[in-house]
């Protein structure tokens, strides 16, 4: 079981692969995006490890193994489309899940997502979470994505909450040293999920 500090006055949840398991989602719909939207193959394997990067983190690279520019826009439509089409199939990670209900009207409690507003506000609907939480926070609500601050402190705000009182609960590498940027305490949640929800 998750352990929160006596000390934490607030909660911040990371959406996708924390909360939900859209990572396998996610991989179906960039891989189908690329074939369709750019003429591109891409071996699964490459997405492993790269689920906590913002759409436009995980284009920035593509570029740059190809070397050429990518119809960016385009390609992000077919994506979003087509995880939005696969929302029948996904479901809550119970472990972080289960958290949250715990501490619903203990603590506030917000969702800070490197995710687009549309998908991460479709994930928690479709899985019956986004009631629990105080307040949702996207990568169209701040300048940056992860592992820029941006996206905690803005959730911390809205909160009310002091940075250093927060607990913050991430998947990605890039979650984590985001939480440390905004002066939190980080739990990595991997070890308590099953690896098969290690996809992308």
């Known amino acids: 079981m998750i352990a929160v500090p006596a000390q934490a006055t607030a909660l911040i949840f990371d959406c996708d692969g924390t909360l939900v398991d859209t990572l396998p989602l996610y991989l179906r719909a960039w891989l189908a995006a690329l074939q369709s939207e750019a003429a591109h193959e891409v071996a699964p394997e490459w997405f492993h490890g790269r689920g906590g990067l913002s759409e436009h983190m995980v284009l920035d690279l593509m570029e740059a193994e190809l070397g050429r520019p990518l119809d960016r826009?385009?390609?992000?439509?077919?994506?979003?489309?087509?995880?939005?089409?696969?929302?029948?199939?996904?479901?809550?990670?119970?472990?972080?899940?289960?958290?949250?209900?715990?501490?619903?009207?203990?603590?506030?409690?917000?969702?800070?997502?490197?995710?687009?507003?549309?998908?991460?506000?479709?994930?928690?609907?479709?899985?019956?979470?986004?009631?629990?939480?105080?307040?949702?926070?996207?990568?169209?609500?701040?300048?940056?994505?992860?592992?820029?601050?941006?996206?905690?402190?803005?959730?911390?705000?809205?909160?009310?909450?002091?940075?250093?009182?927060?607990?913050?609960?991430?998947?990605?590498?890039?979650?984590?040293?985001?939480?440390?940027h905004a002066g939190m305490q980080g739990v990595d949640i991997r070890p308590y999920i099953r690896p098969a929800t290690d996809q992308m």
């Open 73 to 180: 826009a385009a390609i992000v439509r077919a994506a979003r489309r087509n995880v939005l089409s696969a929302m029948a199939d996904l479901r809550e990670i119970a472990v972080v899940a289960d958290l949250a209900r715990r501490y619903r009207g203990t603590l506030p409690m917000a969702v800070a997502s490197s995710g687009s507003r549309e998908i991460v506000r479709a994930s928690l609907t479709r899985t019956g979470l986004l009631d629990l939480f105080d307040t949702v926070v996207t990568i169209d609500d701040v300048a940056r994505p992860k592992p820029a601050p941006d996206l905690f402190l803005e959730a911390a705000r809205r909160l009310g909450a002091a940075p250093d009182g927060c607990l913050v609960l991430e998947d990605s590498a890039e979650g984590l040293a985001a939480a440390g």
